[in-house]
């Protein structure tokens, strides 16, 4: 199997092939995932929300997102691996934002970080590259920093934020940035970034006109049911599926059913 690299995602871009990517977070999923053929996989900060039952990604930790990250890159064979810094491991400096990232390389053996902002973070994005550690951005909806907008509505509606996040983009390519993820924007202001930067847009919420799509695993499975943007499109109903595997059990447990003699020793 040809393992994708940063490489690979640019000549997609520059073919017009979109670029698939979901996140994972253990072992058994990731697996899974790559076996399907993902392109890339986001160990994502989501983590936070889906793993552990957070209300936001905030209180997340390094060793935490390391040991998904770990868990995650021993299953895989094919996708590039994206890792999530977690919030309040590169915000402060750069010097804090490149161990937290040769940390996560590191210990986990992904193959790259993603970190939220534009120029408030420039400095941070500047020195994880030249360590030689591929960047993603974030930009748009950027989830770690949901208590200074307050809401997870759309962003970049206003004509000053939509130019902000077009000239953040720029920033981010001129730095070095491997690929930018825009989350929860028009669809129009993501196409115009997708055209002003050479480098690829994966899209969440961002309408058609990007390089690529990401989805969280756990939403687009069914398993999570009460997160339903109108982004959202759910391949399948896991949460009724499980829960009718369970109870099954259950009632096969109960009604002395299982184990039968064949399952037994
Ligand atoms: O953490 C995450 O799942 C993400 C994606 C939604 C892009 O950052
Ligand atoms: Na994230």
Excluded: W
Aim: contains cysteine; negative net charge.
């Amino acid at each position: 199997i040809k393992r994708i690299t940063t490489h690979t995602l640019q000549e997609m871009k520059l073919r017009g092939e979109k670029i698939s990517m979901l996140t994972a977070y253990d072992y058994s999923m990731a697996k899974i995932v790559d076996a399907a053929g993902i392109d890339i996989i986001l160990v994502g900060d989501s983590a936070s929300n889906v793993m552990a039952g957070h209300e936001t990604t905030l209180p997340i930790t390094m060793d935490q997102m390391i040991y998904h990250a770990s868990a995650v890159v021993r299953a895989v064979k094919r996708a590039f691996i994206v890792v999530d810094i977690p919030f309040g491991s590169y915000q402060g400096n750069s010097s804090e934002a490149l161990r937290s990232a040769i940390r996560i390389m590191k210990e986990s053996g992904a193959h790259s970080v993603k970190v939220e902002g534009g120029s408030e973070i420039k400095e941070s994005v500047v020195r994880i590259l030249s360590a030689g550690v591929p960047v993603m951005g974030h930009l748009g909806l950027t989830p770690q920093s949901i208590y200074k907008f307050g809401t997870y509505t759309v962003r970049a509606k206003e004509e000053a934020e939509a130019n902000k996040l077009l000239e953040d983009a720029k920033m981010l390519e001129e730095c070095g940035c491997f690929a930018i993820v825009l989350e929860k924007i028009p669809a129009s202001l993501a196409k115009k970034v997708a055209e002003s930067v050479s480098i690829p847009v994966i899209g969440i919420g961002a309408g058609p006109d990007v390089d690529g799509q990401v989805l969280v695993m756990h939403d687009m499975l069914g398993i999570t049911q009460e997160f339903k943007p109108r982004f959202l499109r759910q391949y399948a109903d896991l949460q009724t599926i499980m829960t009718g595997a369970f109870k099954q059990y259950i009632s096969d447990v109960k009604s002395r059913d299982f184990p039968n003699e064949s399952e037994s020793y």
